[in-house]
């Protein structure tokens, strides 16, 4: 029988899990680190978790999936994973560098792990914190804040994750592809760390990949920071495919200097419940950004996409574009905000959001908000929750295109406006294919994993 | 080929077709004229299974089946063509892919398997060139961003993609410059065989000096009022049709 704990519990049970392994949360040499967790157990503590009441929030009740019993993991899993086959079960030919992470840790098989040509470093946050010390003191927790309880709960309890750090003027040669991984025997509760540091005109690509492996119970509270510096680009998709039963946290903040640009897509094809918090400043004249997001959800599942994008200077663009597809009884929300600060004028700033209802069951919330405190800005926004075009639907059967046919090349269309900025071509590919398939049915709709290729 | 017989429709509580009496035979080129409102369109919708168009009496006999009881699509993939008097946009899907699930699902229905796509990019080109439009239709979406001319042009490239056997084509004329209308009629022209009709539905005679049909009939208050031959559309076009409104209110 499934065990429900009240919150207040919740909060204890967290708070146990610092306060009964100290030993491993205090390291020596790294009192900014300790007394950064000291100070966010007890942000943690006064914020609480988030609930349907908080304003942030109200379209998602995080409540069945965080009131399991779950078990915390400090160490990493002692699990020989052959990375080859599950490289090989993602994302083919894709022409990356692979680095895989289990249950938030960073595997200990990943034939990269520390340093590269160029002075480039990609490898466990943990050990970079050991060898790398004041590099990641300089941007941990630079721009993270801890105005929600699963943010100061990330904080306080993280053990490892992704640190990638770009030197001035480098590119990385090729896209950096990380595999999310949950495998477990019992229900797990992960948290999970990462840190992206592109210094001054340096290029990176990176792909995330979200996958569940084995049908236990999850919940992931991932947070990741990206400093991207003047002059420099990065290119950032997510593709989230978890089971049902896995509920998932992702906060990413994201600083932008001078004449940057960062392009990200967050592509959810499966899972029990997602929330995602992207935050990011524009904090350099001319900087440039681009936010796009799809999901496509079925059964009760639940998609909330929390954008903010605040432009501190002038003279920057930022474009939301986010999608939903929503079938049977599932939900989702949109909810994107943009501050535009009283210096940046010549501000630039569109929003978008549309999505599909394929049922009259499903429902969706969207709410776009606006704050605009300069005087000489282009701002937009634009929201639509609607059905499939009849019109369009009748055209394509009096083409002789079955009724069933044609509303999968209308879906498919609709999600494909998203799809199509991916720019590394073949995972463009990849994902237009998975997202076919998952609008024709044939991703796995069980309870386990959808990549297991068969 | 088709038999209309006492033919009478609806849409919401109102009635439009009021007892339609057709039939075209293979070879053949029928126009329907008519005024505005007279049911011209709703036909159209009836004869390619527009769901909010309720047939209350008669039958619809094509090619010896019932075309009643087939959906949209079967009766696409059995020959039956329209071509919209307002062709949608549809955004996100191309034309080749379009015509290529529309060219499949026919050949799937006729037991044939998918054609390869060399051969299927070939038939493209070669069925542009019907309606002068060479290379204007890959790499967009259907009929979105297409000028009136073209989204015209593109439902008679469609007909010549998908080789129909019984065409109805919708004030194909409306909204079109001579030139586009030259090339559209020059196109179903060209398309026409001994084994196929046409069934062109227009307010105005003008299409009809371009594509010139053996029987026109005039239908007027959801009823064909009068049949004739050619020479009835440039009666139509000296008197305009109030002779008719006349004429059938004295019946």
Known sequence: ?454 | MLQIKNLHAKIGDKEILKGINLEVKAGEIHAIMGPNGSGKSTLAGVLTGREFIEVTQGEIIYEGKNLLELSPEERAREGVFLSFQYPVEIPGVSMVNFMKTAVNEMRKHKGLPAMPAGDFLKLMREKQQFVEMEGKLTGRSVNEGFSGGEKKKNEIFQMAMLNPKLSILDETDSGLDIDALRIVATGVNKLKTAENATVVITHYQRLLDYIVPDIIHVLYDGRIVKTAGKELALELEEKGYDWIKKESAEL
């Open chain 1, 1 to 454: 029988m499934e065990t429900t704990i009240q919150s207040e519990q919740l909060i204890q049970l967290y708070s146990d899990v610092y306060n009964n392994n100290q030993p491993i949360f205090r390291l020596q040499n790294t009192d900014w680190l300790n007394s950064l967790r000291i100070q966010s157990l007890a942000d943690f503590k006064k914020l609480g978790l988030p609930t349907k009441k908080s304003e942030r929030y109200k379209y998602s009740n995080l409540d069945p999936f965080l009131a399991k019993p779950y078990s915390f993991m400090l160490t990493p899993s002692n699990i020989d994973l052959d990375t080859n086959e599950v490289f090989k079960c993602d994302v083919p030919e894709l022409g990356t560098h692979n680095v895989l992470l289990l249950n938030g840790f960073f595997y200990h098989k990943n034939s990269i792990n520390g340093e590269l040509p160029g002075g480039i470093w990609i490898g466990s946050l943990k050990k970079a914190i050991n060898e790398k010390p004041e590099l990641v003191e300089k941007y941990l927790n630079k721009i993270a804040t801890n105005d929600d309880g699963l943010i100061a709960l990330n904080s306080a309890l993280f053990q490892d994750g992704l640190f990638v750090y770009i030197p001035k003027g480098k590119t990385l040669d090729k896209p950096l592809q990380v595999i999310n991984i949950l495998l477990s025997e019992a229900d797990l509760f992960v948290t999970q760390r990462n840190l992206v540091v592109l210094e001054d005109n340096a290029h990176a690509n990176l792909v995330f990949c979200d996958h569940t492996l084995t049908s236990k119970n999850y919940f992931t509270n991932s947070l990741t920071e990206m400093f991207v510096g003047e002059g420099s680009n990065l290119d950032f998709n997510n593709l989230q495919n978890e089971h049902d039963e896995a509920g998932r946290v992702s906060s990413i903040f994201v600083h932008q200097g001078c004449s940057s640009s960062v392009n990200s897509s967050t592509i959810t094809l499966h899972s029990g419940l997602v929330r995602n918090n992207i935050k990011i400043k524009l904090d350099g004249e001319g900087a440039e950004n681009n936010t796009t997001g799809l999901f496509l959800t079925d059964k009760t599942q639940h998609v909330d996409n929390y954008v903010f994008v605040e432009h501190a200077k002038p003279h920057c663009t930022s474009n939301q574009m986010f999608k939903g597809v929503l079938d049977d009884q599932s939900t989702g929300a949109f909810n994107g905000r943009i501050l535009v600060d009283r210096d940046a004028q010549k501000t630039a700033a569109y929003q978008k959001n549309s999505n599909l209802l394929l049922t009259s069951d499903a429902k969706m919330n969207t709410r776009p908000q606006l704050e605009i405190y300069a005087d000489d800005v282009k701002c937009s926004h634009g929201a639509t929750v609607g059905q499939l075009d009849q019109e369009a639907l009748f055209y394509m059967q009096a083409r002789g295109i079955g009724k069933k046919e044609a509303r999968l090349l209308l879906m498919y269309a609709f999600a494909h406006e998203i799809i199509q900025n991916i720019k590394i071509e073949n995972l463009r590919f990849r994902i237009d294919e998975m997202v076919n398939k998952r609008l024709r049915g044939e991703l796995s709709r069980c309870h386990n994993c959808a990549i297991h290729c068969n």
